[in-house]
T-cell receptor
């Protein structure tokens, strides 16, 4: 069955370190998204991609980067981790279609703690 | 003003009753609307999508959309304790593909 996976599921790191969170989907979806979820802020979009070599900034992109070298993967990199980036990170994917009929499906999430 | 607004709850309903959740949005050009269920410590799970005005039913769930009034609602009939979760409203704007989420409504179904 097609699925979307994230790794690691839990990560503890120190301030200033570079961290990469992996996202892999086997839906063959063109669209992939990274969100963070924090109490009081809900789900917020970090970066997204509509296809290979395409990346776009979301509403909370500062301190994060992504690259899309194939359809299946969209890794999220924290260049220099900060305590404010302690959060739960979700990856999602959807098909590309006109008219907005693009249901997004979420991975299981990564809980990141920055000490 | 938030783009997608939900009452944070908790919405407490007795088992077997109807739970009614509301969501308002600010972008008049929004085209697609989704309800996700999220259990504590888990990822959001898509339960309903609605694209045109009116009602859409799927099992015990009914989504209602009124674009003129810019609101979308979710009814959960015959509520069960297993329905206790946070329900997220998500709206896809006119630009397409990106979702904006509300803060979620926490629902507690009491036996």
């Amino acid at each position: 069955d097609a699925e979307i996976t994230q790794s690691p599921r839990h990560k503890i790191t120190e301030t200033g370190r570079q961290v990469t969170l992996a996202c892999h989907q086997t839906w063959n979806h063109n669209n992939m998204f990274w969100y963070r979820q924090d109490l009081g802020h809900g789900l917020r979009l970090i970066h997204y991609s509509y296809g290979v070599q395409d990346t776009n900034k979301g509403e909370v992109s500062d301190g994060y980067s992504v690259s899309r070298s194939n359809t299946e993967d969209l890794p999220l990199t924290l260049e220099s981790a900060a305590s404010s980036q302690t959060s739960v990170y979700f990856c999602a994917s959807s098909e590309s279609s006109s008219g907005g009929y693009n249901e997004q499906f979420f991975g299981p999430g990564t809980r990141l703690t920055v000490l | 003003q938030k783009e997608v607004e939900q009452n944070s709850g908790p919405l407490s309903v007795p088992e077997g009753a109807i739970a009614s959740l509301n969501c308002t949005y600010s972008d008049r050009g929004s085209q697609s609307f989704f309800w996700y269920r999220q259990y504590s410590g888990k990822s959001p799970e898509l339960i309903m999508s609605i694209y045109s005005n009116g009602d859409k039913e799927d099992g015990r769930f009914t989504a209602q959309l009124n674009k003129a009034s810019q609101y979308v609602s979710l009814l959960i009939r015959d509520s069960q304790p297993s329905d206790s979760a946070t329900y997220l409203c998500a709206v896809m704007g006119a630009a397409g593909n990106k979702l904006t989420f509300g803060g979620g409504t926490r629902v507690l179904v009491k036996p």
